[in-house]
């Protein structure tokens, strides 16, 4: 009987635990982790108030008794010993192991800026840290600051805007998410939330904050600002502190190399996540993509393979999709590559499309507009799945460069979403977590746009001759 430990409540971990018990039934897992657990990505939802808090938490106790899991929750691991198979935790306990994950996640690293550990200066990492910003709030209409322009950042701010408080963004790289969007993109998004009484600031460092309650920010730039509230986001770092001293394999940025099977340097370690490097779909080098579907997939193929099943990952994609202020904005892939380049810009919507080509293939793309041109027409699906992918869309790349706004006959044509539809992580049907809040199922609501496509079917449409489309129906 197999003894298995995972260290990280996130998705990787919650993850590779179902993925396991779905293979092994009998071996022992003992989940380790500081905080019980809850979606850190669904923060913004609680912080607009658009869920209650009890609806963060992803296990219960029933939860885990089904799986048969022992739960440490409020532990640290303080040391790993790698040849004795063992973790040891912060109050001088042991855990002997046969099969490890490592799926700590990641912490936020605040600059160091004077008086950033002040009172109303928060990151907005934890449910501690939502709560405490919305018991700071005070009044209907309070100022908050963000130091940060990143996605992280970005998603907070959104949050913030749906409860209609007066925001100010500030970014010391000479524009807003700069690892999501190029220069056009990103003053096309400057631009909007200006529009939107949004106050950005780009090019510039907070040298200090002062004040008691009310906070004074004071910019590089000479500039001073007054807020109620203040939020860093700037940057993560892997919660890997444990592993100083222990002989795996590591990255340049510090974190797990890992292979196809998120097995690390060391056999039967694995690594999953924000702490993890490994393959890229797009080959190269391996990759840390610290999001939330990475996560996911490290997670299940991780746990298949600690619990005996070979499963090999295809590789991960970088990938962000974030809405700020009603604008969609989406980046896949190598959208910074600029040498073979098919662009789209109609600055009025704002509208802005960047193709990126490797070849006849995609290898990435960025997306920009209000929802209605952009996660409405289910492009951003259809161009995530071209570059996963990797389809060789020959002649199509043409006719895409003379109309990359119409993605769908390539997209058919070329057997992106029959290919893709062959595809699955464990090598079997994929099927939703085990736990909901208080067991509810997704909502299967229609739209009111249902019955505007259902209803105005023509009679006998089956039978109807299809309009000829290059390269559809042809063999």
């Given at each position: 009987m197999t003894k298995y430990a995972i260290i990280?409540?996130?998705?990787?971990?919650?993850?590779?635990?179902e993925t396991i018990r779905r293979v092994d039934s009998e071996g022992t897992i003992t989940l380790v982790s500081d905080e019980d657990p809850y979606a850190r990505m669904a923060l913004p939802y609680y912080l607009a108030d658009d869920i209650p808090r009890e609806q963060l938490a992803t296990g219960s106790d029933d939860y885990f008794a089904k799986l048969k899991v022992e739960t440490r929750f409020g532990s640290r691991v303080s040391s790993l010993d790698t040849g004795a198979r063992s973790l040891t935790f912060d109050d001088g306990e042991?855990?002997?192991?046969?099969?490890?994950l490592i799926a700590t996640g990641s912490s936020p690293a605040r600059a160091p800026i004077p008086g950033v550990d002040g009172a109303n200066v928060h990151t907005l990492?934890?449910?501690a840290d939502a709560d405490a910003v919305l018991a700071g709030a005070g009044g209907d209409k309070p100022s908050v600051v963000l130091i940060g322009a990143g996605f992280i950042g970005l998603i907070v701010l959104n949050a913030m805007y749906k409860r209609g408080w007066r925001l100010t963004l500030i970014e010391r790289e000479t524009r807003i998410l700069p690892r999501m969007l190029d220069r056009r993109g990103a003053d096309a998004a400057e631009a909007w939330m200006r529009d939107r009484d949004i106050a950005v600031h780009t090019g510039c460092n907070v040298t200090e904050i002062s004040g008691d309650e009310r906070k004074r920010l004071a910019l590089s730039n000479g500039t001073v600002i007054e807020a109620d509230q203040v939020i860093v986001s700037t940057g993560?770092?892997?919660n890997l502190e444990f592993l100083d001293g222990a002989d795996i394999e590591r990255s340049a940025d510090g974190v797990l190399l890992?292979?196809?099977h998120c097995e690390s340097s060391v056999p039967g370690i694995y690594a999953a996540g924000d702490v993890a490097a490994g393959p890229n779909v797009l080959g190269g080098v391996k990759a840390t993509h610290a999001i939330q579907t990475t996560a996911v997939d490290h997670g299940r193929v991780a746990g298949a393979n600690m619990a005996g099943a070979e499963v090999e990952y295809d590789g991960s994609l970088a990938m962000n999709i974030l809405d700020?202020?009603?604008l969609h904005m989406a980046s896949f892939g190598e959208w910074s590559d600029d040498s073979d380049v098919t662009e789209v810009w109609a600055p009025a919507r704002p509208v802005y499309r960047k193709l990126?080509?490797?070849g006849n293939r995609l290898a990435g793309a960025i997306l920009i507009g209000p929802i209605e041109d952009t996660t409405m027409l289910t492009d951003v699906g259809m161009v995530k799945g071209l570059v996963q992918a990797q389809t060789d869309l020959a002649s199509w790349k043409s006719y895409l460069q003379e109309k990359p706004w119409d993605l769908r006959r390539p997209y058919v044509a070329s057997g992106t979403a029959a290919a893709l539809l062959k595809r699955t992580v464990e090598g079997r049907p994929a099927t939703p977590r085990g736990y909901t809040h208080e067991g509810r199922q997704p909502p299967n609501q229609r739209s009111p746009y249902h019955s505007d496509l259902v209803d105005t079917r023509p009679e006998g449409f089956e039978n109807l001759p299809r309009t000829p489309t290059p390269g559809i129906y042809k063999s």
């Open positions: 990280g409540a996130g998705p990787a971990g919650m993850n590779a635990i042991s855990l002997a192991f046969e099969k490890l990492w934890t449910r993560i770092r892997p890992v292979d196809a700020v202020a009603g990126v080509w490797r």
